[in-house]
Nanobody, 127 residues
Framework: QVHLVESGGGSVQSGGSLTLSCAAS????????MGWFRQTPGKEREVVAT???????GYADSAKGRFTISKHNENNTLYLQMSSLNPEDTAMYYC?????????????????????WGQGTQVTVSS
């Protein structure tokens, strides 16, 4: 069982930056694929970025070159650094953990595979 708590969301102007954090209640460094997801009202939750136990990362096309996922194993924290934000990035952002693949992330990420979710943190980007 993993309890996840996100923080760092807020309001920012277009072109600005934010860093989201996700504190995990247990060591997730060896057994979990960790991910950041986002969702807007009326739309399905979508993957933003993932990181596996070897710190190999994957990004949605919309995030490549602008967002960076990282983790600090010593304090069980996952991060998402976001830059060059635009209004299309406005969403609720969630971190999640998937313990089904021995710490590795599938090349095709399935939202349903992630069993543990935080409560979300809102990011609002104004033009």
């Amino acid at each position: 069982q993993v309890h996840l708590v996100e923080s760092g969301g807020g309001s920012v102007q277009s072109g600005g930056s934010l860093t989201l954090s996700c504190a995990a209640s247990t060591d997730t460094s060896r057994r979990y694929c960790m991910g950041w997801f986002r969702q807007t009202p009326g739309k399905e939750r979508e993957v933003v970025a993932t990181i596996d136990k070897d710190s190999d990362t994957g990004y949605a096309d919309s995030a490549k070159g602008r967002f960076t996922i990282s983790k600090h194993n010593e304090n069980n924290t996952l991060y998402l650094q976001m830059s060059s934000l635009n209004p299309e990035d406005t969403a609720m952002y969630y971190c999640a953990a998937d313990d089904g693949v021995d710490g590795y992330c599938l090349s095709r990420v399935r939202v349903s595979a992630f069993a543990y979710w935080g409560q979300g943190t809102q990011v609002t980007v104004s033009s």
